[in-house]
Antibody, heavy 120, light 111 residues
C-alpha cells in the first residue's frame, strides 16, 4: 500500500521560503505513469493545486503560483519536495502531497497533510 | 473563491439519500472528467468517484456520481453516520494553460 508523508517547517516568516518534503513508501517515485503533486487548503477554504513533477523530473505549476514554486525529486530518498518563495499570510494552509495516475486522470493516494503557518 | 462551485453544507438522516452538486464551466467539467474525494479532517483525502461515475475498488455502491453539461453530482444512498465528512469535486481545467481545479467542498452532516 502506497503511503505519503509530508514533513517540514510548520512556521515560516513572511517573505521567507516555505520548504516541505513528501516521503513516499510502498512504491517508487520513479515508476512511470504517475506524477507527484502538491495541493493546499487555506483555513476555511477549498483545495488549491500547486503543481506536479513527473517521474522523469519534468514539472508543471499552477499558473497562479508559478513564479514562486519549485518542485523537485530526490530519487535516492524516494521523496519529492516543495519550495514556495516570498510567502505571505495568504500562504498559510494545510499542504498535502498526492500521487496522480496520469492515465486515469485522478489523485489516487494522498498524505494526511501538514499545517504551515506564515507569521512573524 | 474556488473554480468549481459546491454548496457548503448538506445533511440527512441515516438511511436517507442525499445529493450534492458541483458546478463548473466548459473549460473544466464541460470537457473533462470529474472526480470526487471524501475527506475527514486530519486524514488523507480518499478517492470516492473517478471518471464522473466510476467507483474505485472498495468504495460501496451506495456512492454514485453523474455529470451533465457543466455540472456534476454525487449521490449517497442509505446514509450512514460514517459518511459524515467533507466532499470535494475536482477536474482538470484547460484555462490558463491548464491546471487542476477543485470545489470548495460540501460538509455532510448525518443528523
Amino acid at each position: 500500500q502506497l503511503q505519503l508523508q509530508e514533513s517540514g517547517s510548520g512556521l515560516v516568516k513572511p517573505s521567507q521560503t516555505l520548504s516541505l518534503t513528501c516521503a513516499v513508501s510502498g512504491g517508487s517515485i520513479s515508476s512511470g505513469g504517475y506524477s507527484w503533486s502538491w495541493i493546499r487548503q487555506p483555513p476555511g477554504k477549498g483545495l488549491e493545486w500547486i503543481g506536479y513533477i513527473y517521474h522523469s523530473g519534468s514539472t508543471y505549476y499552477n499558473p497562479s503560483l508559478k513564479s514562486r514554486v519549485t518542485i523537485s525529486l530526490d530519487r535516492s530518498k524516494n521523496q519529492f519536495s516543495l519550495k514556495l518563495s516570498s510567502v505571505t499570510a495568504a500562504d498559510t494552509a494545510v499542504y498535502y502531497c498526492a500521487r496522480e495516475d496520469t492515465a486515469m486522470v485522478l489523485f489516487d493516494y494522498w498524505g494526511k497533510g501538514t499545517l504551515v503557518t506564515v507569521s512573524s | 473563491q474556488s473554480v468549481l462551485t459546491q454548496p457548503p453544507s448538506a445533511s440527512g438522516t441515516p438511511g436517507q439519500r442525499v445529493t450534492m452538486s458541483c458546478s463548473g464551466s466548459s473549460s473544466n467539467i464541460g470537457s473533462k472528467t470529474v472526480n470526487w474525494y471524501q475527506h475527514l479532517p486530519g486524514t488523507a483525502p480518499k478517492l470516492l468517484i473517478y471518471s464522473n461515475n466510476q467507483r474505485p475498488s472498495g468504495v460501496p455502491d451506495r456512492f454514485s456520481g453523474s455529470k451533465s453539461g457543466t455540472s456534476a453530482s454525487l449521490a449517497i444512498s442509505g446514509l450512514q453516520s460514517e459518511d459524515e465528512a467533507d466532499y470535494y469535486c475536482a477536474a482538470w481545467d484547460d484555462s490558463l494553460n491548464g491546471r487542476w481545479v477543485f470545489g470548495g467542498g460540501t460538509k455532510l452532516t448525518v443528523l
